[in-house]
């Protein structure tokens, strides 16, 4: 359990609490660089867990739930400030428990992602990334509707997403 990989996760898992303050309070800057940390530390940590065999269903989950939390919590900042619908932020909480519970990981097993799921997971950083740089660098675009209208996109991928994971979980039983 303790592993590189594991030490980046957890830095960026000790990320949430500030950068979801930072949002909340309109430090555009401090949010901006602890975002960048986020994406940097989950590019990283997947590679050099594999790069040094130290992959795991503990390490798999521990990445994928900070992942789900540091997006979900700082969704939530977002909508909490008028950015984006407040739908969004739990409905990316629940599909990540679906996602843990069908794929078995409380048993050990590894993830498995859809296709749809891996793309909607960059699109929440994505998504969280949008109005934070924006704000930090002092952009006028995008704008703010359409910054709210990707976050319906992503409501609407994410039920979609959601549906076929519980279709496929009732077909294979």
Do not use: C, K
């Amino acid at each position: 359990m303790i592993t590189w990989a594991n030490g980046l996760t957890l830095l960026r898992a000790l990320a949430i609490v500030p950068a979801v303050w930072a949002i909340a309070g309109g430090h555009w800057h401090l949010a901006a660089g602890l975002f960048v940390l986020a994406v940097i530390t989950d590019l990283a940590d997947g590679p050099m867990a594999r790069r040094y065999g130290h992959s795991s269903a503990f390490g798999g989950l521990f990445d994928h739930g900070t992942d789900a939390l540091f997006v979900s919590t700082t969704l939530a900042a977002l909508a909490w400030t008028g950015y984006i619908t407040p739908y969004l932020p739990p409905l990316v909480a629940l599909a990540f428990i679906q996602y843990m519970f069908d794929s078995s990981a409380l048993a050990g097993a590894n993830l498995r992602t859809s296709l749809i799921g891996r793309y909607n997971g960059i699109a929440y950083f994505v998504m969280v990334g949008i109005p934070v740089i924006r704000e930090a660098l002092g952009l006028g675009w995008p704008t703010d509707a359409l910054i709210a209208a990707l976050a319906w996109v992503l409501v609407a991928t994410t039920s979609v997403s959601m549906l076929e994971r519980g279709i496929t979980l009732i077909r294979r039983r």
